[in-house]
Antibody
Framework: QVQLVQSGAEVKKPGSSVKVSCKAS????????FNWVRQAPGQGLEWMGG????????NYAQKFQGRVTITAYTSTSTAYMEMRSLRSEDTAVYYC???????????????WGQGTLVTVSS | DIQMTQSPSTLSASVGDRVTITCRAS??????LAWYQQKPGKAPKLLIY???SLESGVRSRFSGSGSGTEFTLTISSLQPDDFATYYC?????????FGQGTKLEIK
């Protein structure tokens, strides 16, 4: 049974950075893509990027390119999402989500963490 | 990026009703579409992938269809547990994109 456990809620000042972790258990860590999806209060889901640990090269949504860094470490089965230059609009719940097995290159998100609320406020 | 558009944004229905939610892609995505259910304060849950494949453990009253640019999610007989928000997502290519969501409310 795959489980993803994320780090706790954060309160940050505008202009600062945040790093959210996602520890996986069950299943194989290194060969599945770990994605980050965020949801602003009362809003929809927004894909930020993802990484397959065994390859190590992340893919990002253009909107987050240059401001977000996604990493993953097989030694600890943990993925991370770091966002810099935070602004109030980044206040959201951040989810990590692992792809499920599928028959194509890009797979749906079958396993989700519990979410981490990041609040950006002065 | 591929844009995903869901309709309706809100749907009011009663227990036992058959409901359908539509998702349209701005360009063809083959059959690479997923549907998720989200309840307040919870993470999304995968219901359907590859347009029509039912995720393990999901009730058979949920079904999906479509290909190319037009897709539907159907709930054959609404149950109290089904009142939630539903999102479609294309998994055809990066960047993955979601529809804006359909909130299913009790009439």
């Amino acid at each position: 049974q795959v489980q993803l456990v994320q780090s706790g809620a954060e309160v940050k000042k505008p202009g600062s950075s945040v790093k959210v972790s996602c520890k996986a258990s069950g299943g194989t860590f290194s060969s599945y893509e770990f994605n980050w999806v965020r949801q602003a209060p009362g809003q929809g889901l927004e894909w930020m990027g993802g990484i397959i640990p065994i390859f190590g090269t992340p893919n990002y949504a253009q909107k987050f390119q240059g401001r977000v860094t996604i990493t993953a470490y097989t030694s600890t089965s943990t993925a991370y999402m770091e966002m810099r230059s935070l602004r109030s609009e980044d206040t959201a719940v951040y989810y990590c989500a692992r792809e499920r097995n599928c028959s194509t290159t890009y797979c749906p998100l079958g396993y989700w963490g519990q979410g981490t609320l990041v609040t950006v406020s002065s | 990026d591929i844009q995903m558009t869901q309709s309706p944004s809100t749907l009011s229905a009663s227990v036992g009703d058959r409901v359908t939610i539509t998702c349209r892609a701005s360009q063809s995505i083959g059959r690479w579409l997923a549907w998720y259910q989200q309840k307040p304060g919870k993470a999304p849950k995968l219901l359907i992938y590859d347009a029509s494949s039912l995720e393990s453990g999901v009730r058979s009253r949920f079904s999906g269809s479509g290909s190319g640019t037009e897709f539907t999610l159907t709930i054959s007989s609404l149950q109290p547990d089904d009142f939630a928000t539903y999102y479609c997502q294309q998994h055809n290519s990066y960047s993955y994109t979601f529809g804006q969501g359909t909130k299913l409310e009790i009439k």
